[in-house]
């Protein structure tokens, strides 16, 4: 079993930069694929970025590319995304994701049901 606690939201003014960390328990992470999801109020989640368990591959949301940046240290089994440029369309409810076998594709990196374990949400929220 793994457990994901996610950490590092909060309030941001539009333009502003925070990291988000995605902090593993009960298993190494070493070998999975993790993933960024985030939902706002009365919409659907939506994907935001994966990372291969190598830290090779990685993608990205249309909305959120070239201002996000996902990374992993696997000797500290965790997960960050670095949200840059914030705009209030990125309020939302942020949540880590991993999934337990190392095939990828940008199809897979982006549905959620191809995760296994997901963390509770951390908040971030960028007024307008």
């Known amino acids: 079993q793994v457990q994901l606690v996610e950490s590092g939201g909060g309030l941001v003014q539009a333009g502003g930069s925070l990291r988000l960390s995605c902090a593993a328990s009960?298993?190494?992470?070493?070998?999975?694929?993790m993933g960024w999801f985030r939902q706002a109020p009365g919409k659907e989640r939506e994907f935001v970025a994966a990372?291969?368990?190598?830290?090779?591959?990685?993608y990205y949301g249309d909305s959120v590319k070239d201002r996000f940046t996902i990374s992993r240290d696997n000797a500290e089994n965790t997960v960050y995304l670095q949200m840059n440029s914030l705009k209030p369309e990125d309020t939302a409810v942020y949540y880590c994701a991993a999934r337990n076998r190392e095939t990828m594709s940008a199809a897979i990196a982006g549905n959620g049901y191809e995760y296994d374990y997901w963390g509770q949400g951390t908040l971030v929220t960028v007024p307008s």
């Open positions: 009960g298993r190494t992470l070493s070998t999975y694929v």
């Open positions: 990372i291969s368990w190598s830290g090779r591959k990685t």
